[in-house]
């Protein structure tokens, strides 16, 4: 991919070629994201998350990954992709528990 002038600043331009920069830049950062699987069964009395664990960067503390976040004491996520993306989803997950709680008095089923 080539950057012709000024054709990758927006998502509604074209470039002479006829490609939508912002798009496959797009596409190229999801299919090199983590590539991590993620598998979850729910039982009647319990359930079961698995996930890879992969640490990108040797200088980084391997009990700090994690892509299994708690929402509520009841609610728990696993995400898989990008771990700042994760940060900012599950950030936003918590908000609107929080939110629904303080509107209707109970925590979110």
């Given at each position: 991919?080539?950057?012709?002038?000024?054709y990758d600043?927006?998502?509604?331009?074209?470039?002479?070629?006829?490609?939508?920069?912002?798009?496959?830049?797009?596409?190229?950062?999801?299919?090199?994201?983590?590539?991590?699987?993620?598998?979850?069964?729910?039982?009647?009395?319990?359930?079961?998350?698995?996930?890879?664990?992969?640490?990108?960067?040797?200088?980084?503390?391997?009990?700090?990954?994690?892509?299994?976040?708690?929402?509520?004491?009841?609610?728990?996520?696993l995400t898989?992709?990008?771990?700042?993306?994760?940060?900012?989803?599950?950030?936003?997950?918590?908000?609107?528990?929080?939110?629904?709680?303080?509107?209707?008095?109970?925590?979110?089923?």
């Amino acid at each position: 991919m080539s950057r012709d002038s000024n054709y990758d600043h927006h998502i509604s331009i074209f470039s002479p070629q006829g490609r939508l920069y912002q798009m496959e830049y797009a596409f190229k950062a999801a299919s090199s994201a983590s590539g991590l699987t993620g598998v979850s069964l729910r039982g009647k009395n319990s359930c079961v998350v698995v996930t890879q664990k992969k640490v990108p960067d040797r200088l980084m503390d391997p009990i700090s990954v994690s892509h299994m976040f708690n929402i509520t004491p009841k609610i728990g996520v696993l995400t898989t992709g990008m771990i700042a993306d994760c940060k900012a989803q599950v950030q936003r997950m918590r908000y609107e528990a929080a939110d629904f709680q303080f509107k209707f008095g109970y925590s979110i089923p």
